[in-house]
């Protein structure tokens, strides 16, 4: 009989005494440790020229985990040693590995690979779609032992590999927690995703989660366009609002539709949409119970900047030059409204001078000029006889000035409250007449951005609402510049707020805030909104606001590098376009696992935190629970 004609069972027979020897070593093993994790036994030892970590795993033909996706690179095994000490005491040792690289060799029917190569049954179909399926073949586990585990089941090291002969086992969800994850005494948690190898997700289903204080030590998400950053945020949103005592949330939402609709139910067709991206992403909603429903609507507050927002008539919310309600957040006559008045202008660039004058007309205008008529007077060239009523807006702010400097001409000018002319006291502010200009191009530009004083003000306080959502619709306000100034401006203002309540109202309630940016980049290209990113990253901790952000790339410039420095969690989805050193600045990742990266499944990402990871581990990241559109998976 010729190989061509030889069938499976009669190459499985011609290869049986060498093929069975391959199990030989573990038999005796199966019945303590159960058959249904064992995989194989180590091969060669101390005396195999391979690295002092690494070691070969001979899977037996027979093994039922032979056949299993997890036993792929990525899965985590466990080889048991024992051993006989010289004074009769028995001597064992549990090592913990992760599979590097799995090699399928010849069949023992044939000689050599060619030979195999040329039977027409290894072209056959079935055998291409289950190449493991018949005994003649043998499977060789690479393994790299990442520790030793002691009597408290902690791992310990400097490793290396296990006895020859040793039993190796599929480490079971508790043991692979162990290896990856170092103990979380939190009790309250939230769930990062599931652990999954380079091939699926590893079953049983191995759940990874954080001490709820790694949500004010910040986190990232870097991937490609499409590979669901966004819907990876809904989902620590979700995660977030279900720890204990849970933190205020806050959504930056600059692109559109995306976090909205975050109270709506996914519709079953949603739900069959995503497990067909991600067939791994129904075994963890199962395991951990998650139901197809949105976020109570009474937990979500919407914070639209224009009339119109995607389909919604409502108020608008913008910032406010005064208020009356909310005093936090009130441009006022000391210092922390002069700053704020100047960060509003930090992009026009104004003289110190000009600031000067602008600082004394600020003071100015609010102490005398925000319900009474103003008056310049008369009699004098350098001076506005203009006599008018003025609310306390940005806009009669600007009017105000712009009267008194066309009363006065080419020249400088005096402007003075009529009021208190009348009770014998003269309070005026002098301003010279190109610093006047100055001013007024800077503030003309501001007014024009439509950002202030047209609709209700945010509340400051209410976004610290714990356990509440804000989504703050940066979208609906196309002009960039406009974006940048609102945005930095907030972001001051809620560091600021909780400075403030942190340390001078201890006694009310605080949880603390979540603060979410996707597509980070729009934030990083403006330089004060910037350095108000990089401030949070640099005391978030302390004042318990917890800083998590999205992008396509890896951000290289020096501020940039301060926040990643910051960030504890760390998650990288598909990257392409990337270099290694980039990447590595932000995970440890080895060369395989640097070349997965491009191949990475929707949703599985490697996963990687400062202060309790043990190594990068990919991460199937559950999808959100509410309604999405297909078009803002990104």
């Known amino acids: ?29 199966k019945s303590s440790e159960g058959n249904k994790d064992y995989i194989g036994v180590v091969a060669g030892g101390y005396d195999e020229s391979v690295p002092t970590d690494t070691f070969k795993v ?29 004074d009769g005491t028995k001597w064992s040792l549990t090592t913990y590995g992760i599979v590097d690289d799995a090699n399928i ?26 190449y493991s399926s018949t005994a003649e073949d043998s499977m060789e586990l690479i393994v790299r032992a990442v520790g030793h585990e002691d009597e408290q089941g902690e791992l310990y090291g400097p490793v290396r590999p296990p006895e020859r002969e040793s039993t190796v086992y599929l480490a079971q969800p508790d ?14 948690k939230f769930m990062v995703g599931a652990y999954a190898t380079l091939k699926g997700l590893y079953t049983p289903i191995t759940s990874l989660s954080l001490g709820k204080e790694q949500i004010f030590l910040h986190g990232a998400m870097f991937a490609a366009s499409g590979w669901g950053k966004t819907v990876a945020m809904k989902h620590f949103i979700q995660e977030f609002l279900g720890v204990s005592d849970p933190p205020a949330i806050l959504v930056f939402n600059i692109k559109g539709q995306d976090f909205y609709d975050l109270e709506r139910e996914m519709t079953e067709a949603q739900w069959e949409q995503i497990k067909k991206k991600n067939p791994a992403v129904e075994a963890v909603w199962q395991d951990r119970e998650y139901k197809r429903q949105g976020v109570p609507p009474e937990r979500i507050t919407y914070y639209p900047l224009s009339q119109v927002a995607r389909g919604r008539i409502g108020q608008p919310y913008t910032l406010r030059f005064s208020s009356l309600r909310f005093k936090e957040h009130s441009l006022t006559p000391d210092r922390d409204g002069i700053t704020a008045l100047l960060r509003l202008l930090t992009d026009a660039n104004l003289p110190p001078a000009s600031s000067d004058y602008l600082i004394d007309y600020f003071v100015f205008f609010k102490q005398h000029f925000t319900s009474q008529g103003i008056h310049a007077p008369p009699g004098s060239p350098q001076s506005s006889n203009w006599t008018g009523q003025a609310g306390d807006t940005l806009a009669n702010f600007l009017e105000t000035l712009a ?53 209700d003000e945010i509340p400051i306080s209410r976004l610290f609402t714990p356990g509440h959502i804000s989504v703050i619709d940066v979208a609906t306000n196309d002009s960039p510049r406009a974006q940048e100034v609102f945005i930095r401006h907030l972001l001051q203002a809620i560091f600021n707020y909780a400075n403030r309540r942190e340390y001078e109202e201890g006694n009310v309630a605080y949880q603390g805030l979540a603060l979410f940016l996707d597509e980070a980049w729009r934030f990083f290209r403006s330089e004060t909104v910037l350095d108000a990113v990089e401030t949070i990253s640099r005391m978030g901790r302390s004042l318990r606001i917890g800083l998590w952000l999205a992008d396509q790339s890896i951000p290289t410039g020096a501020a940039e590098t301060t926040i990643l420095n910051n ?18 600045r932000i995970m440890p990742l080895d060369d395989k696992l640097m070349a997965s990266l491009q191949n990475l499944r929707r949703g599985t990402g490697m996963f990687f935190n400062l202060e309790y990871s043990r190594l990068p581990v990919p991460c199937v990241i559950p999808a959100c629970r509410c309604y999405h559109s297909e078009e803002s998976e990104g």
Do not use: H
């Not at 043991?175 to 309250?188: A, E, I, T």
């Not at 009363?407 to 190109?434: H, K, L, M, Y």
């Open 403 to 455: 009267q008194a400097r066309r009363r006065a001409g080419s020249g400088n000018f005096v402007i003075q409250c009529s009021e208190c002319g009348r009770t014998g006291s003269d309070p005026n502010v002098f301003i010279n007449g190109w610093a006047a200009d100055a001013i007024l191009r800077a503030l003309g530009g501001l007014v024009r951005l439509n950002i202030f004083d047209v609709g």
């Open 1 to 29: 009989m010729n190989e061509d004609q030889m069938t499976p069972q009669s190459r499985s027979a011609e290869g049986n005494s060498a093929g069975s020897a391959l199990g030989v070593a573990g038999s005796e093993k």
């Open 567 to 584: 960030l504890r969690t760390r998650i990288l989805g598909i990257m392409s376009a990337e270099s290694a050193t980039q990447i590595k």
């Open 175 to 188: 043991q692979v927690r162990r290896v990856l994850m170092r103990p979380v005494s939190n009790l309250k």
């Open 58 to 86: 001979v899977v037996n033909a027979q093994a039922p985990s032979r056949f299993k996706d997890e036993v792929c690179r990525g899965t985590i095994v466990r080889a048991n040693t024992e051993a006989w000490k010289r």
């Open 105 to 130: 060799t010849p069949g023992f029917a044939f000689s050599n690979s060619k030979q195999m190569g040329q039977s027409s049954y290894y072209r056959d179909d079935t055998f291409r779609s289950v």
